[in-house]
């Protein structure tokens, strides 16, 4: 940025002073220029008041003139082209009143022709004439004057040839040019500097035409442009190189302070909470070396909290899968503790139908205990592989073909209480459900358990109801209470661990739902109410059902 504010401030300076210097150079050359043809007019009219003054004095000239005498006239003829070559004239011609050429220097045969008369030049400054000549016209500047011999008035005009040589005389100053455009010529103004308008006639007719030519002065080349362009140039190549050398210094700046960050960039990329071991230590005193040591010791402190998180995450687990140990057993106990409590009840109060009771409820029994024993096989298979995982599912390869009306009938008389009815119907073509018969059997335990406890001691009903899906490929279950139904905010919270709303609840329940039902691949969706009660559906995968 310097550089180039310098660049373009001697740029802006230089340009300024040679634009004046310019300027007062056109000046002077176009003053040459107009001093040069001021002179030359002068020139051309003291020999033209030369050439009156002679011929005035010269009886020759007025016989010549009458035809009175063979020699005089002979003299008259010949006297334009004399006078004109020692004058140093491109041209002279010599007219009467009534424009007869009584003598012409440089078209001899013009004698005796009737020619337009020339104006006499009053601003004094000449006139560029186009005359005839042996093989063409002539364009010259000259002078007009007028005089008077023995009472008759004659006219004279005379100049030099304004061809391209005389021009490039005249345009002496190198660099410029001049151009003369004749009336009814175009001017080119586009290069133009000066243009002088100067009176013109055309004496090749018969009559005058008159006009004005104009002379302009053109300039080639310009300097300021030029000089421009090569402190333009100078300039382009000094920038090249400055950012050349900014570049290279850059480029080893670079390479000095991104190869050490590359390489702690490197090992910090490899660390990951199983591979703290990478080596940060260095003996750089500048700000990579400090980064270096302040990585060493986020490694170190990333080492004890990964230990002391290890070892929250196994209490975690731990505590989790007890959780899920209680409930589970919780619930396979709630059907014992029924039965237990009825036939305590018989037996206190009709100790005779005790015996009978006892083989009525004993399936629900044999049931409940033949569910915690397969209960305590599903946790005991637990693996580091985790097929079954904690929810005790199998993996996809062990999937078995599940009875769900059978299912949902054995759950529906273990649930029954003396206030709430629990009531179980399944399609008579129901087919095999795919998947562990615990795990369902859970999902619909815990279903229907909630379903139970929304009632909070009143009476109610809950129904669990088994059909074939509309699509052939699904069975689904329906689990519908009467209960005290749950609020919007309440249900976003039921299938989150540990939230519930019953007291000693774990509030486990519905969450290992929605985590049994999502790994047996099936889908779940609930309806609810408050005070109008709740509705689970499930829809679970057919067995071989393609």
């Known amino acids: 940025m310097p550089l180039g504010i310098l660049a373009l401030g001697v740029r802006a300076e230089m340009g300024r002073i040679v634009a004046r210097e310019h300027a007062d150079r056109l000046a002077a050359a176009t003053g040459i220029i107009e001093g040069d043809l001021a002179r030359e007019h002068r020139r051309t009219t003291e020999r033209l008041d030369a050439v009156a003054a002679e011929l005035a004095s010269d009886s020759r000239f007025r016989l010549g003139v009458n035809a009175a005498d063979p020699a005089a006239r002979a003299w008259l ?30 078209f001899r045969n013009e004698y005796d022709r009737i020619a337009p008369r020339p104006v006499a030049d009053s601003a004094g400054q000449g006139v560029i004439v186009r005359v005839r000549t042996p093989s063409e ?6 002078a007009v004057d007028s005089f008077t011999v023995a009472g008759d008035s004659y006219t004279a005009v005379g ?12 345009a002496r100053t190198p660099g410029l040019e001049i151009e003369l455009a004749l009336p009814g010529m175009a001017v080119d103004t586009g290069r133009a500097v000066y243009a002088m308008s100067i009176p013109f006639e055309d004496l090749t007719g018969n009559t005058a035409q008159r006009g004005t030519a104009q002379l302009t002065i053109i300039e080639r080349t310009s300097p300021l442009g030029e000089l421009q362009r090569r402190v333009d140039r100078w300039f382009l190549l000094a920038l ?66 990964t230990m002391r998180l290890r070892e929250a995450e196994r209490r975690a687990a731990i505590g989790d899968m007890s959780r899920q140990v209680n409930h589970d057993i919780k619930n396979g106990l709630v059907p014992i503790r029924h039965v237990v409590r009825h036939l305590t009840d018989v037996a206190e109060k009709q100790p005779d139908e005790l015996a009978d009771v006892f083989q009525e409820r004993r399936g629900t029994l044999e049931s409940s205990i033949r569910y915690l024993e397969d209960l305590a096989r599903s946790y005991a298979q637990l693996g580091p592989a985790g097929e079954a995982g904690v929810t005790g599912v199998p993996g996809q390869s062990d999937r078995m073909a599940t009875d769900l009306g059978v299912l949902i009938r054995e759950v529906a008389a273990n649930l029954s209480t003396e206030s709430v009815s629990v009531t179980a119907a399944a399609d008579e073509d ?22 139970v406890d929304s009632f909070e001691g009143r009476s109610g009903t809950v129904t669990i109801t088994a059909e074939r899906g509309t699509d052939g490929r699904h069975v689904r279950l329906v689990v519908a209470d009467t209960g005290r139904g749950m609020t919007r905010e309440e249900l976003d919270r039921a299938f989150t661990d540990f939230a519930t709303t019953k007291p000693g609840g774990t509030g486990l329940g519905l969450s290992v739902v929605r985590r049994l039902i999502s790994d047996l691949g099936g889908t779940l969706r609930a309806t609810t109410e408050p005070g109008a009660g709740s509705r689970f559906t499930v829809e679970l995968p057919v067995r071989n059902a393609g």
């Open 77 to 106: 003829l010949d006297y334009a082209g004399q006078t004109m070559r020692a004058a140093g004239l491109d041209f002279l011609q010599l007219q009467d009143r009534g424009g007869r050429v009584i003598s012409s220097g440089h």
């Open 137 to 142: 016209s002539m364009v010259a500047f000259g």
């Open 240 to 305: 090249a190189g400055t950012l050349l050398l900014a570049l290279m210094l850059a480029s080893w700046l670079s390479a000095r302070i991104s190869r050490p960050i590359r390489e702690l960039s490197s090992r910090t990329a490899a660390l990951d909470l199983e591979r703290l071991d990478q080596d940060f230590a260095s003996d750089r005193t500048d700000e990579i070396g400090e980064l270096s040591r302040l990585l060493g010791a986020m490694t170190q402190r990333l080492r004890s909290s």
């Open 159 to 170: 100049g030099v040839a304004l061809d391209s040589a005389r021009l490039a005389t005249l």
């Open 430 to 451: 129901l087919p095999p459900v795919a998947g562990d018969p615990i795990a369902i059997r859970r999902i619909v335990e815990n279903l229907a358990g909630n379903a």
